[in-house]
């Protein structure tokens, strides 16, 4: 198969966190997005786990000649799920889609593994700009874990991909959080 494409459905979606082109909008059919804490680090990835009646915006694009190592290094920790099936798109191109999932090995019950705020304004910045504002807004709304909080890394980020916007996008997300009463703390 030459044409395998990803699905990206957290900071994939933000076309200046990586240089995969030919990227499409797609959806996940039946799925949400998730926070999850894992046992890998301190901080909640971006994950997903199956949710019969729902579906997340994404996007999907070329793994350049099917060569996974960058991609696969990216997404350290998490397990590539082959899943064309449930992957609507209107792209001709996909031999094969897949897309990543933290395994439920590496799940963890600690009570606090906060989301950092540098990975999640890149996150809500590809929403914003792949899906406007409804998309950053459906972001919330099709994401779980939130109870996990949120830690204010934004003058010494944590993320790698990590970027710096304009004050009025950090006053959209920090409003969202308030209005979500997520907790964001230091």
Not at 10 to 39: C, E, K
Not at 79 to 102: A, L, N, Q
Not at 168 to 185: P, Q, R, W
Request: proline content about 3%; charged content about 25%.
């Amino acid at each position: 198969m030459n044409n395998q494409f990803f699905f990206g459905y957290g900071s994939l979606v933000n076309t200046s966190s990586h240089d995969f082109h030919d990227i499409s909008n797609a959806r996940l059919i039946g799925w949400r997005r998730i926070w999850q804490r894992t046992n890998l680090r301190d901080f909640s990835f971006l994950s997903v786990h199956r949710s019969d009646n729902f579906s997340i915006d994404g996007v999907i694009a070329i793994v350049p000649d099917g060569n996974w190592t960058q991609l696969d290094k990216r997404e350290a920790g998490y397990d590539r799920i082959v899943g064309s099936e449930m992957i609507e798109h209107t792209s001709s191109k996909p031999d094969s889609i897949s897309f990543y999932r933290i395994p439920d090995h590496k799940l963890s019950s600690v009570e606090k593994c906060p989301i950092l705020l540098s990975y999640l304004d890149v996150v809500l910045m590809g929403f914003l700009q792949r899906f406007g504002n409804q998309g950053f807004s459906n972001f919330f709304e099709t994401t779980d874990g939130w109870d996990c909080g949120v830690f204010n890394d934004r003058r010494n980020p944590r993320y790698p991909r990590a970027q710096e916007y304009k004050n009025d996008f950090y006053s959209c997300v920090d409003n969202a959080l308030v209005t979500k009463k997520i907790e964001l703390f230091t």
